[in-house]
C-alpha cells in the first residue's frame, strides 16, 4: 500500500501485512484490557477478625444482661472488627504474548489508516523547547485535540515543549513503547518517515 506524506510529493510504499491489516476488534479489547490491567497497583489490603489487634477476651458475660451474646470485638459485626473477605495485595496481570500484542498494534494502525487519522512527515521538530512553538506548528497542520507523535527517538527540545500539554503524546518507535491504549484513544497520529520504517520492521 502506499500513504502520501502531509508536507511532500513523496509516497511511502509500506507494507500491507503491517498497515492494511482487518480490524480483529476481540484480540484489541484483549490487549487494551491487559493493558490496564498491568498498570493496576493491587496494594489494597486490609485486616481479617484474628489479624486485628484485640479481642482476647469475652466482652461480657453470656448470659444476664440483656445485650446480644459476644465472643470477642473483633467480630466482623462490630464497627472495630476485622473484615469477612479482607482485600490483599494481588497482581492484576495478565499474560499477553508477543505475538498477540504485536497483532493487536497492527490492527490499530490499520484502522488508524483506513480513518485518516494517521499523518506522515519526513520528519518533526521544534526550533526551541517551548510549548507556543509546538502548539503552533500543531495549529499549521489542523491538529487541536489529543495527538500521539511517534518518532525515532525524541529529542529533548520535543520533550520539554510537550510535557505541559496533556493532550501531546509522545514515543519512539520502539513497539514498547508504544501501547495500545494511547492509539485507540487518541484523535491523530503524527508518525515520521524513519519512525514509519522501524514500526513496519518491528511489526511484521
Known sequence: MELKMINSKKKLDLADEVFACEFNEALIHQV???YMAAG?????????RAEVRGGGAKPWRQKGT???????????????????FAAKPRSF??????????????????????????????????????????????NDMNIDGNVVIITNSVEESLYLAARNLPQVQLRDAATSAID????????????????????EGLLR
Do not use: C, Y
Open 66 to 84: 440483656g445485650q446480644a451474646r459476644a465472643g470477642t470485638i473483633r467480630s466482623p459485626i462490630w464497627r472495630t472488627g476485622g473484615k469477612v
Open 93 to 138: 496481570k495478565q499474560k499477553v504474548n508477543k505475538k498477540m500484542h504485536k497483532g493487536a498494534l497492527r490492527s490499530i494502525f490499520s484502522e488508524l489508516i483506513r480513518q485518516e487519522r494517521v499523518l506522515i512527515v519526513d520528519d518533526f521538530q521544534i526550533d526551541m523547547p517551548k510549548t507556543k512553538v509546538l502548539l503552533k506548528k500543531l
Open 32 to 34: 487494551v484490557t491487559a
Open 180 to 199: 495500545p491504549v494511547i492509539l485507540v484513544g487518541t484523535g491523530k497520529v503524527i508518525i515520521t518517515e524513519s519512525a514509519v520504517k522501524e514500526l
Open 40 to 48: 493496576r497497583a493491587g496494594t489494597k489490603s486490609q485486616k481479617t
